[in-house]
Nanobody, 128 residues
């Protein structure tokens, strides 16, 4: 019922900035309420983890390592979620996924199990 499409991933040197976008497409005949939407990432041989999330009250949450560097925002009129990433580090290397939940209010949760819709991901490669 909800299709999420990420874009914006690329390769860049450490210290650079990048903005990821996630477009949400809703089936015409479905009704839903997206309670929270967020960004997750998965590096090779690592578990997928939350990066940033925003809930229906515009409350935000960030993983500790990205606080002060990444900013999550949304443009509701166009059903678009953004992740502005500054001061990128090699450890930010990962596949980045957009996720949304319609399961109920979870706040700006970074727990992947609370999200039931996922995009296909966009790769961010940061070189040292």
């Amino acid at each position: 019922q909800v299709l999420l499409v990420e874009s914006g991933g690329c390769s860049l040197p450490a210290g650079g900035s990048l903005r990821l976008s996630c477009s949400a497409f809703v089936h015409t005949y479905s009704t839903y309420s997206t309670n929270s939407i967020g960004w997750f990432r998965q590096a090779p041989v690592k578990v997928r983890g939350g990066v940033a999330a925003i809930d229906s009250n515009s409350r935000t949450g960030y993983e500790d390592s990205v606080k002060g560097r990444f900013t999550i925002s949304q443009y509701n009129a166009k059903n678009t979620l953004y992740l502005q990433m500054n001061s990128l580090k090699p450890e930010d290397n990962a596949m980045y996924y957009c996720a949304a939940t319609t399961l109920g209010y979870v706040g700006p949760s970074l727990g992947s199990s609370e999200y039931n819709y996922w995009g296909q991901g966009t790769q961010v490669t940061v070189s040292s």
